[in-house]
Each structure stands twice: as C-alpha cells, then as structure tokens.
Nanobody
Framework: QVQLVESGGGSVQAGGSLRLSCEPFIRITSDYCMAWFRQAPGKEREGVARIHNGASSAYYYYAESVKGRFTISQDPAKNMMYLQMNSLKPEDTAMYYC???????????????????WGQGTQVTVSS
C-alpha cells in the first residue's frame, strides 16, 4: 500500500528550480520526522533534508551539498511536505524519495533515525 506519494520532478537546465511535493496517505503528527532522500545511478542513497515540526520548535537538517539552495517545509493543514530546489546543478540529478517516521526532535536530528514509510520516488534531471 502506497503511503507517501511524491510529485514535481522533471527536467531542468542548470540554474533552474523545481518544487517537489510529498503527500502522505498517513496522518503526520508533530511527533514525526519527515525527510527527502535521493539516489543517483551507481551511487548510494543520500539524505538531502529532514524536518521535525515539534511543539517547541522546528528542526531542520540539510546535507552540505544542498545547503543554501534547497528548502524543506511542511504544511500541516494540508498534510503536505515540500522541497524547494533552487540553483540546481547537474550533480543534483537523481531519483528523489519522500520518507517519514515517528521520532522525537532529538532522534530526527540524530544519525541513526530511519524512516518507516517511503514513497516511490520522482525523477529530477538537471542538464548542463
């Protein structure tokens, strides 16, 4: 059963922008960590960004390779998550996956958090 659905991928030229969306078919509460991962052909899966919108304050994580260019956000009212990608580079080309799982803010920020739910991915291709 599909529990997360990504959309918004496509082909753009370097320097362009794309906005990925993730629609969960599970109820995301404030005790959830949500994330974007990507995997390029022949490479390991890479964590791109994470967000935890807890009761006290939001937690954000970005991989060094995307800091300053990508922004992760949530819209709890719509139960949606987004990844705004600006200044795209050819090395951003990959299949992008939405992921989610219950976690505290600290666990979301730790290196050992693993997702319980995954989407099927949306392809992003950046040409030079």
């Amino acid at each position: 059963q599909v529990q997360l659905v990504e959309s918004g991928g496509g082909s753009v030229q370097a320097g362009g922008s794309l906005r990925l969306s993730c629609e969960p078919f599970i109820r995301i509460t404030s005790d959830y960590c949500m994330a974007w991962f990507r995997q390029a052909p022949g490479k390991e899966r890479e964590g791109v960004a994470r967000i935890h919108n807890g009761a006290s304050s939001a937690y954000y994580y970005y991989a060094e390779s995307v800091k300053g260019r990508f922004t992760i956000s949530q819209d709890p009212a719509k139960n949606m998550m987004y990844l705004q990608m600006n200044s795209l580079k050819p090395e951003d080309t990959a299949m992008y996956y939405c992921a989610a799982g219950p976690a505290s803010r600290d666990h979301c920020g730790s290196g050992d958090w693993t997702a319980a739910y995954w989407g099927q991915g949306t392809q992003v291709t950046v040409s030079s």
